[in-house]
């Protein structure tokens, strides 16, 4: 699929061609703002497509890895945080953890546990906000840096994981990454487990399981311990090996030389 600086310019050039046939008297002025209302249409959608890659490369699903999956939580840490390790550690599995950095300052033990358990920490930014609301390259900087340090001051190691809230980008949210050189995480399955419609959730995500893939579920979700478990069983059943994120992708899921 084309990224966004191609269609920028794909665009640019189809407008100046119309124009010119404005001007010219070839072609009606409407022309141009239909142009213009689909360019910014289609930039709109793709905001909310991760998996496009269309404003930056996010890892959503491994190729060639045999038989192996990745579990991932969002909007953490929670009061079912503790619970869902237990579980996992149950089934000998391990995830990866992208919290919020509002929530690190309010649970900072279980942060603490999560790495404890040889988990993986990512950072879900600070307030969890729709990050495309931002006006400026640094207030979204600010959201990621000020998260990270608060995670660091805990596990003394610096997340080079990062997943915007809901999965939205745009050019100010890729800018802002590409300053951190972090590594975006997305995913391949969406669970809807926050919709509290457990059974879907979980015919869903057996449908769509394949190798490669990462599953998205939160720690706040009502049925997460009953569909993880279902999961993880289904996983088993089927030969599944639950690896992390970082293993899937080849990736260090920490900043070297800051640990």
């Known amino acids: 699929m084309l990224g966004f600086k191609t269609v920028k310019w794909i ?60 579990l991932t939580f969002d909007d953490g840490p929670d009061t079912k945080t503790l619970e869902i390790m237990d579980m996992l550690d149950a089934y000998n599995a391990k995830a990866c953890f992208f919290i919020i950095g509002k929530k690190v300052e309010q649970y900072p033990e279980i942060v603490k546990e999560i790495d404890k358990r040889g988990h993986i920490i990512g950072n879900h930014s600070y ?16 959201e990621i840096e000020y998260t990270n340090q608060l995670i660091k001051q805990i596990i003394h190691k610096e997340p080079a994981f990062f997943r915007p809230p809901y999965g939205v980008t745009n050019p100010l949210i890729a800018k802002a990454i590409k300053s951190f050189s972090m590594d975006v995480i997305g995913w391949s399955i969406r669970s809807f487990d926050t919709l509290n419609k457990k059974n879907m959730s979980l015919a869903k995500v057996k449908r769509e399981i394949s190798s490669g893939k990462i599953i998205l579920l939160h720690d706040t979700s009502p049925d997460i311990l009953w569909l993880l478990q279902n999961i993880l069983e289904h996983l ?18 920490y900043k070297s030389g800051k640990q």
């Open 11 to 70: 665009f640019i050039f189809v407008f100046l061609v119309l124009l010119a046939g404005v001007i010219t008297g070839l072609i009606s002025w409407y022309y141009l703002v239909i142009a213009l209302v689909l360019y910014i249409s289609f930039n709109f959608i793709q905001s909310f497509r991760i998996r496009a890659n269309y404003y930056i490369k996010a890892n959503c699903m491994a190729q060639h890895t045999l038989d192996k999956i990745a």
């Open 127 to 142: 307030k969890h906000n729709n990050l495309c609301k931002s006006l400026s390259v640094r207030s979204i900087k600010n």
């Open 236 to 253: 088993k059943e089927n030969g599944y090996e639950l690896c992390s994120v970082g293993e899937l992708f080849a990736l260090e899921p």
